[in-house]
């Protein structure tokens, strides 16, 4: 392209490139660029000319070139497929007739910050700097599928949105970024598509609202972040999905609004987590799914728990902060799968591990109690009998209080009657505390019950002693044998 061709704006551009010198149409820093349908010729830039210059401009010696370009109006489609740019591009404040095309293109860095875009078409770029789309709008589309990007993403207050498609408003699947991926205030309505994707630094999304009810907002499965996911004040309407995805440090849901009903709200079964954070925000809408997910701290307040879980062989190493097991017992209430032992089991050992000892006889009573409920008519009455009379095991004394009580029900009944002897002349003296210690503990003898024999109402009653005895006797075995079991 001939410069004699290019008009006043397109000059000033052209005489800049070589030096790496910025330009600046706007007539105000606050100027808006959704205005820029109106702008004039006198800083309108053609595409095409954008793109002479990026791959064969003008150089001088001693000097960096680049393209840095803020207020204009890019009319055309900037298309810079498969194209390799040795020079910085610098498009701030642009506002774009058509979505760029950068597709399998190689760039130094491409800053598109505060301009306004119908898309952007760049999967498989690859970017040895950083990309900057810091408060751009977009009304189309973002392709950045199997990007590679060394430096990091920002998408500071961004807002995106597709109307009149189903694609995902920002794809960024099996794309790398090779620091930070730096959304907080993000605003998008539509999915964000993560799959396969990798973050070496961290992923920020503080502040941001996701919008795509009843469909995944966030759908980010073998997603993988080498330091922290931090989303934290955000508000979410759809589900964040996160299946198979490996988080090093910490993802952090704190404050953060979560909802849509009828379905689950964060499904990130299988994932491997750092540590997970929900704390200090209302129960999200929605179920909580973290089967077979593996995390070395759980921090989830009571308060911040869904009606509905699934927990189902979820591990984790740490539970806080530490509350009584009444306030999480709830939560094991809560599973939609009914009856899981493994999240009892689970939560014994995070109060073992603290030394709350209390705490975790309180959670397997609870577990056995949950277990009898899914029994035949039978086994819940034999699992009731257990309950109330020593507490499946975990409370012993309840059963020696029981042997006291009816050691002195029954020494008081044959003390004020004595049962006959069997053989008056051999029987030994009748002592009515050992005689109702021999009909009560069925290991024990001394030589009472075998010698004397009683009569109408004391006899049922020794029988009634003898049959409790027998259940107190086998209830106290089980139930220490359950203990000694889970040692």
Known sequence: MEIDNLTAAEQRVWRAFPRGEAVDFRESPDEDAADGESWGAERTVRAQVVRALLLGGPQQDGETAALSLAGARITGRLDLQYATIDHPVR?????????????????????????????????????????????????????????????SLYLESAEMAAPGTEE????????????????PGLRTHGQIRLNGASVAGSFNLCEARLNHPGQAALDAQ???????????????????????????????????????????????????IGELWLRKAPPMEGALNLRRAQLDVLLLEPESVPEEVLLGDLTYTSLTPHEPAERRLPLLERERDGYVPYAYEQLTAAYRRVGDDHAARLVQLAKQRRHRRTLPWYGRLWGLVQDV??????????????????????????????????KAGEAPPFHPVFYTLDLLLPVISFGQDSAFAPRGGHQVLAYVLVLTGWILATTVIAGVTRTVSRQ
């Open 91 to 151: 498009l701030r404040h642009c506002h774009f007739d058509q979505a760029p095309r950068c597709h399998a293109a190689r760039l130094r860095e491409l800053n598109l910050s505060e301009s306004v875009l119908p898309g952007l078409v760049a999967h498989a770029v690859h970017v040895d700097g950083v990309v900057r789309l810091t408060r751009a709008r977009c009304t189309g589309t973002v392709r950045l599928g199997g990007a590679r990007i060394a430096g």
């Open 389 to 422: 009379t020593v507490g499946y095991g975990f409370r012993p004394l309840r059963a020696a209080g029981w042997l006291l009580s009816l050691l002195a029900l029954g020494s008081l009944a044959f003390a004020l009657h004595h049962p006959q002897p069997l």
């Open 222 to 272: 073998t997603f993988t972040v080498g330091g922290d996911m931090l989303v934290r004040h955000a508000e979410v309407r759809g589900w964040i999905g996160l299946r198979g995805a490996r988080i090093a440090g910490r993802l952090d849901l704190s404050y953060t609004v979560l909802s849509n009903p009828g379905s689950s709200a964060l499904r990130a079964g299988s994932t491997t």
């Open 168 to 183: 995902p408003v920002l794809q960024l699947n099996q794309a790398a970024v090779g620091a930070d991926l730096w959304a």
